[in-house]
């Protein structure tokens, strides 16, 4: 089974940028679709983008499109996302998945997700 560790959240200020990493068990990195999703305190589970198995794909929601950068070290096992100019409606529980057959945005076509790191933007 694979298995989904994120890090790098945190408390900022708008206007700021964090670097979220999740790393990724298995020796199948590069065959999955990755994809990081967000939810705040009783709102659904929001789609942020995804990176094909190789990383010369993405897909950004249109609410971060501009600002936010996904990205994958294969070597590592690693992906990444890097977030730029945040705003307090970006504070939420930031949560990694993977293993979708395509850049998908809905929940319920990625397999393994992991727990989450929680993203803290004051104003």
């Known amino acids: 089974q694979v298995q989904l560790v994120e890090s790098g959240g945190g408390l900022v200020q708008a206007g700021d940028s964090l670097r979220l990493s999740c790393a990724a068990s298995g020796r199948t990195f590069r065959s999955y679709v990755m994809a990081w999703f967000r939810q705040a305190p009783g709102k659904e589970r929001e789609f942020v983008g995804a990176v094909s198995w190789s990383g010369d794909s993405t897909y950004y929601a249109d609410s971060v499109k501009g600002r936010f950068t996904i990205s994958r070290d294969k070597f590592k096992n690693t992906m990444y996302l890097q977030m730029n100019t945040l705003k307090p409606e970006d504070t939420a529980v930031y949560y990694c998945?993977?293993?979708?057959?395509?850049?998908?945005?809905?929940?319920?076509?990625?397999?393994?997700w992991g727990q989450g790191t929680q993203v803290t933007i004051s104003s």
């Open positions: 998945a993977a293993d979708s057959r395509r850049l998908a945005a809905a929940a319920n076509e990625y397999l393994y």
